[in-house]
């Protein structure tokens, strides 16, 4: 298999990231003889910084001309008194919406060893294992019109839905995994949630096999705190599952442990859920391990290599059982952990996945 990724690292710690989770790709692609063809592009604030736009024409191209593109961060505190529309996120946004990728996949799971840094008790988190499919190109955010009228005072932003397609993948996925469905809206105030929950009700009839449960985003908001373990996969809408899926870090111990999948559309779009952090940014003190995990999706959603995606995975939960933490990982109690930097936590990673397929090829051979 030869997998063509385009590499678009960002701002703040989004290319120390995605450096050591492209080294654990080509460690994983060349051990099973499969060829890696890397390329780098800017978006974000470097690119309005270099091009004077968060999404250079380049980057596009390169983008749609790929199988896969691997974003790390966007954002910077210098640009926040910028307008949504130029601001770095606008080149995430850009980005997304070419590429066409509606459902973005958002697995949450509870690590055992990261229990005591979830300020949860442990018997609520341990086993949580959600799946948050938000949709990507709607709602709030791609929504007409939207506008600052400075004069006015005044401002408005559209929440839009068509009937959607993310909805069916969400139910597909759900058949594979543990076959619960909590779709989540604010059916009681909006009309385009009572449009979206008509439509989960239709396609759920084409999926008798998936208990399908509806919930409002406020009152889910508490559950996943509550019983987390009660969901498996929860679909809904982009602004609320943005929200949601950061509030699942609280479950994981830290958001630097999330990745993401973007399907659907013409290229799929890979990112980690944390965003750029400035100030740990250059410090050797970011978490790897969202973007590792999101290099394990990109194997498994765009090249179809199951089996290496499951031993980045097994490879990270090995790591952590055996006392390895980044610093965000290391809060409180740290008797008998190790501290490393993104780049030594890359590196363990990569030495434990070399020694997890070594022994599953000989035990094919
Ligand atoms: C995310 C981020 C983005 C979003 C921002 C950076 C535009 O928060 O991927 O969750 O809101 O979608
Ligand atoms: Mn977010």
Redesign the pocket.
């Given at each position: 298999m030869n997998l063509k990724l385009l590499v678009t690292a960002g701002d703040g710690i989004g290319p120390e990231v995605t450096n050591e989770a492209v080294k654990v790709l080509e460690e994983v692609m060349a051990l099973g003889g499969h060829t890696l063809a890397l390329e780098h592009k800017r978006i974000g604030g470097i690119a309005i910084t270099t091009d004077g736009t968060p999404l250079p024409a380049d980057t596009l191209a390169a983008a749609l001309a790929s199988d896969a593109v691997f974003l790390g961060a966007?954002?910077g505190n210098e640009f926040n008194a910028l307008p949504p529309d130029k601001r770095p996120?606008a080149g995430?946004?850009a980005i997304r919406s070419a590429l066409g990728g509606f459902a973005n996949l958002r697995p949450a799971f509870a690590f055992k060893e990261l229990a005591v840094n979830s300020p949860l008790r442990s018997e609520i988190i341990d086993g949580a294992d959600i799946l948050f499919v938000r949709e990507l190109l709607g709602g709030l955010y791609f929504g007409q019109p939207r506008q600052w009228d400075k004069a006015k005072g005044e401002a408005w932003n559209t929440m839009r839905y068509t009937r959607d397609q993310v909805i069916r993948i969400a139910f597909s996925l759900a058949q594979k995994r543990r076959k619960k469905l909590c779709s989540v809206d604010k059916a009681n105030v909006l009309e385009v949630s009572q449009l979206w929950r008509a439509t989960v009700i239709e396609v759920a009839a084409e999926f008798p096999d998936v208990q399908l449960e509806h919930q409002y985003v406020d009152a889910m908001a508490m559950h996943l705190m509550n019983r987390p373990r009660d969901f498996d996969v929860v679909l809904t809408e982009n602004l609320f599952g943005?929200i949601l899926?950061d509030e699942s870090g609280v479950i994981t111990g830290s958001l630097g442990m999330l990745p993401s999948a973007t399907i659907g559309g013409k290229v799929n779009l890979y990112?980690p859920?944390h965003?750029s952090a400035p100030d740990i940014a250059g410090k050797g003190l970011a978490n790897p391990i969202g973007a590792i995990l999101t290099g394990a999706l990109i194997l498994r959603h765009t090249a179809g290599l199951e089996a290496e995606a499951a031993a980045i995975e097994s490879s990270v939960r090995k790591v952590l059982e055996r006392g390895f933490r980044t610093t965000d990982l290391a809060r409180g109690n740290t008797q008998g952990l190790t501290v490393l930097s993104t780049t030594e936590m890359g590196a363990k990673v990569r030495e434990t996945v070399k020694q997890l397929l070594a022994v599953s090829s000989q035990l094919l051979a």
């Open positions: 966007v954002g996120e995430l946004l943005d899926s990112e859920i965003g």
